[in-house]
């Protein structure tokens, strides 16, 4: 199975018996969206509602941070999704939060997942059809093979600083990586950590919400002076837009780690430096 499906890929998988669908849309306070009240009304048949919000590690202060391990299997466990099973995330988030999804899947060795191109939005666009009748799944084992795969924590981040073994990407709005722009979340200090390079995570996109691919995909990296040759860590506000660029760089054939406190957590500790600028 590809990293990436097509609508048409999926409406002929449906009935599969080993295909299973999440919508993982999240969306920030300030949009005002109910992520589960909207896949109730309306998600692809037999989809399930995998909440990032609450599959986290909810007693950090750190937000969206990943889960311990045994959360991450009972919750999986409880929607379904687990070993012998094909995963196919979605969503209908501006955030494109199906890739934090991929990236949380990943940490925990699970690979046989693949992201629907163009979400939610696409397969409405095209006519598909729609449910909005509560799935209640079978309850599936999953084992959690590795821990923390594809992911950065403060330390690393902190000793990148001297050795600059790798790029920093930020995939937040120019006006947050400058600091122009305050944070959505109290008590952060607005800028981004030194030496990092802004790479907008909407710049992933075609105007219809598919993937670029390819070449047009490479030039999205080079265009932002990014090499993909050498080391990269993915950052953002909470580890959720920095899995875009991580799963851009995947359809390239690169893997690329997740600073998973990204800058909420950097730019909160009184003990990091922070640039402002472009």
């Given at each position: ?19 299973r669908i999440a919508d993982c849309s999240w969306f920030l306070p300030n949009e005002q969206r109910d ?244």
């Open positions: 199975m590809d990293a990436l499906v097509t609508t048409q890929w999926l409406a002929d998988e449906l009935d599969a018996r080993d295909l992520a589960a009240a909207e896949h109730a009304l309306a998600h692809i048949p037999g989809a399930v509602f995998l909440d990032l919000a609450e599959i986290a590690d909810t007693a950090s202060d750190v937000p969206m941070m990943l889960p311990p391990p045994e959360k991450f299997a009972s919750r999986m466990a409880r929607l379904g999704l687990g070993d012998g099973t094909r995963i196919i995330l979605y969503d209908d988030s501006p955030l494109r939060t199906a890739a934090r999804a991929w990236a949380m899947l990943r940490s925990f060795g699970v690979t046989d997942v693949a992201l629907l191109d163009g979400g939610l939005a696409k397969w409405r666009a095209e006519g598909r059809p729609l449910a909005s009748e509560p799935r209640t799944p079978k309850p599936r084992h999953i084992t959690a093979r590795t821990q923390g795969a594809g992911i950065r924590d403060l330390a690393y981040m902190k000793a990148n600083l001297t050795t600059a073994t790798d790029q920093i990407v930020d995939a937040r709005s120019p006006s947050r990586f400058a600091g122009t722009e305050p944070e959505p979340r109290p008590d952060i200090v607005p800028g981004h950590i030194p030496g990092a390079s802004n790479l907008p995570y909407a710049r992933f996109f075609h105007p219809d919400g598919t993937w670029k691919r390819d070449a047009d995909l490479s030039a999205v990296f080079t265009d932002a002076g990014i090499d993909l040759d050498r080391p990269i860590v993915a950052t953002c506000g909470s580890g959720v837009t920095a899995s875009v660029i991580a799963f851009a760089a995947h359809l390239l054939g690169r893997e690329v780690p997740v600073y998973d406190g990204s800058w909420s957590e950097w730019g909160a500790d009184p003990t990091t430096p922070k640039e402002t600028g472009a």
